[in-house]
């Protein structure tokens, strides 16, 4: 199993500003995901970031949104630009394991006002 | 595309009741299922997985079953306990970018 760990917890934020999210892993990952879970609702991907090339988005997120860094194999950060409250939401990270295992870091509680 | 439909929550169960939560699916293909699980304040862990049909996953208690035939993966213990109130997620593994697609969710609560 991997062990990811998030930052920061959680944060609350002033509408038009942005944060940014830090995601390490204790082992070297080709790939890691970030998700998006808005209060009550399921986890939806935003994007996929492998290092060395652009992030790949989902349907409906944008780069100038969520720009995703992914600097080397065990971290990424996504970063949530001129927020708005409708990005309340909590943010995760994840990596795959094999045969389709995902395993997630504790998420980032993100209010904003 | 691929999907998963969860039974509706809330479930609320007093301690030591039978649990089900049903899960269907729609995919291309053959995927691996997954349960998933969030206690309050927490990420999400796996809770059990089966990679194909038949396969049955289990784990703390709980159990699902790969149902190629009925596309089903419902989730069961056969007594819940206080510390199993949490929201689970049911999962297939059939994304465009590898990721895994989840159903809504469903909020567990159980009562001493």
């Known amino acids: 199993s991997a062990v990811i760990s998030q930052k920061p917890s959680r944060d609350i934020c002033q509408r038009g500003t942005s944060l940014t999210i830090q995601c390490q892993v204790d082992?070297?990952?080709?790939?890691m995901f970030w998700y998006r879970q808005q209060p009550g609702q399921s986890l939806t991907l935003i994007a996929t970031?492998?290092?060395?090339?652009?992030?790949?988005?989902e349907s409906g997120f944008v780069i100038d949104k969520f720009p995703i860094s992914r600097p080397n194999l065990t971290f990424s950060t996504l970063t949530v630009s001129n927020m708005s409250p409708e990005d309340s939401s909590i943010y995760l990270c994840?990596?795959?394991?094999?045969?389709?295992?995902?395993?997630f870091g504790p998420g980032t509680r993100l209010l904003v006002l | 595309g691929d999907s998963v439909t969860q039974m509706e929550g809330p479930v609320t169960l007093s301690e030591e009741a039978f649990l089900t939560i049903n899960c269907t699916y729609t995919?291309?293909?053959?995927?691996?299922l997954f349960w998933y699980v969030q206690y309050p304040g927490e990420g999400l862990q796996l809770l059990l997985k089966?990679?194909?049909?038949?396969d049955k996953g289990s784990n703390k208690g709980f159990e699902a079953t790969y149902r190629k035939e009925t596309t089903s993966f419902h989730l069961e213990k056969g007594s819940v306990q206080v510390s199993d109130s949490a929201v689970y997620f049911c999962?297939?593994?059939?994304?465009?970018?590898?990721?895994?697609?989840f159903g809504k969710g469903t909020k567990l609560s159980v009562k001493p």
């Open positions: 082992s070297q990952v080709t790939m």
């Open positions: 995919a291309t293909g053959y995927p691996s």
């Open positions: 994840s990596v795959p394991t094999g045969l389709g295992t995902q395993y």
């Open positions: 089966a990679t194909k049909a038949d």
């Open positions: 999962a297939l593994s059939g994304g465009s970018q590898g990721n895994l697609i």
């Open positions: 970031a492998n290092q060395g090339s652009e992030a790949t988005y």
